[in-house]
């Protein structure tokens, strides 16, 4: 038998298929954004409809493909896909409500309580100037911080400018004055023992509860403890809000520029809402 050792014929790119883990709603939402989005500007034709390029984006989004692979699989260029990207991250993240907005809504709705919590999106290795800043040396990875507000029901409210890596939980908060913002609507916070400290208020009103903190001579006490694990079961929907943002795969390493980063969270956040609470 003669063996073949010429190339395979075709010298076009070879595709493959896969399932898109999202609803139908979350690809027609987003379709219908884009596709007001150019009535708006007034846009006469794109390379591809708008169906097919939220398809895409979420692609892009939700599995974290390459941009250049999906776009020789369309035809299209990379800087295109990357265009594409930017505008829907830019489109969706003006949806997402504002800090005021939330807790408002929150305390029109008869709500009093909100949960906060804070958590880590880890980065490529950063090189030059910003190496030290975006290290974190409490998770021991490059990453920026982001400080979340959620409801009781787990839904994720809102969701902080990025900071770098290094900065803290606790001065985060104090950045986006998220005290004077909860107190001005109302409304009580719970937070872990990181945050011990951020409300200034006096004990017999506090805005935002902590738990108890053991020091070296002063250990925690048996009621104190039964009251950490009580804020520990509220708090644990917190932990669920925050495994849902990142299931969007493009957040296992984020590689796009730190200033494109604050936008895409809170368009995924958009996202979220639509895909989980559908």
């Known amino acids: 038998m003669r063996n073949n050792n010429d190339p395979a014929g075709g010298s076009g790119p070879l595709v493959y298929q896969?399932?898109?883990?999202?609803?139908?709603?979350?690809?027609?939402?987003?379709?219908?954004?884009?596709?007001?989005?150019?009535?708006?500007?007034?846009?006469?034709?794109?390379?591809?409809?708008?169906?097919?390029?939220?398809?895409?984006?979420?692609?892009?989004?939700?599995?974290?493909?390459?941009?250049?692979?999906?776009?020789?699989?369309?035809?299209?260029?990379?800087t295109t896909v990357d265009r594409w990207v930017k505008e829907a991250v830019t489109l969706l993240a003006a949806k997402a409500e504002r800090l005021e907005r939330a807790l408002k809504k929150i305390a029109r709705?008869?709500?009093?309580?909100?949960?906060?919590?804070?958590?880590?999106?880890?980065?490529?290795?950063?090189?030059?100037?910003?190496?030290?800043s975006f290290w974190s040396g409490k998770h021991k990875c490059h990453g920026l911080l982001i400080i979340g507000l959620?409801?009781?029901?787990?839904?994720?409210?809102?969701?902080?400018?990025?900071?770098?890596?290094?900065?803290?939980?606790?001065t985060t908060c104090r950045h986006n004055k998220i005290t004077e913002q909860l107190r001005e609507a109302g409304l009580g916070a719970i937070a872990d023992l990181g945050f011990v400290g951020l409300d200034d208020q006096p004990t017999d009103n506090p805005t935002i509860t902590c738990g108890y903190k053991a020091a070296r001579n002063?250990?925690?006490?048996?009621?104190q403890k039964e009251v950490n694990k009580l804020l520990a079961a509220e708090r644990a929907v917190c932990e669920h809000a925050f495994a849902h943002l990142k299931n969007w795969r493009i957040l296992t390493?984020?590689?796009?520029?730190?200033?494109?980063?604050?936008?895409?969270l809170r368009a995924l956040m958009v996202l979220t809402h639509r895909e989980v609470n559908r």
């Not at 959620?150 to 606790?170: H, K, N, Q, Y």
């Not at 390493?253 to 895409?264: E, G, I, S, V, Y």
């Open 253 to 264: 390493r984020l590689r796009m520029d730190p200033k494109w980063a604050t936008p895409l």
């Open 218 to 223: 002063r250990p925690v006490t048996p009621a």
């Open 18 to 78: 896969c399932r898109l883990p999202l609803s139908t709603a979350t690809v027609s939402f987003l379709a219908e954004t884009l596709r007001a989005h150019l009535k708006k500007i007034n846009s006469r034709w794109r390379k591809l409809p708008p169906g097919r390029i939220a398809v895409i984006v979420l692609a892009a989004l939700r599995c974290d493909q390459r941009l250049a692979d999906l776009a020789d699989a369309n035809s299209v260029s990379r």
């Open 109 to 132: 709705k008869g709500g009093c309580l909100v949960l906060i919590d804070g958590s880590l999106v880890r980065t490529r290795r950063r090189s030059g100037p910003e190496k030290k």
């Open 150 to 170: 959620v409801d009781t029901r787990g839904r994720l409210l809102w969701v902080s400018a990025v900071r770098p890596g290094r900065a803290s939980e606790f």
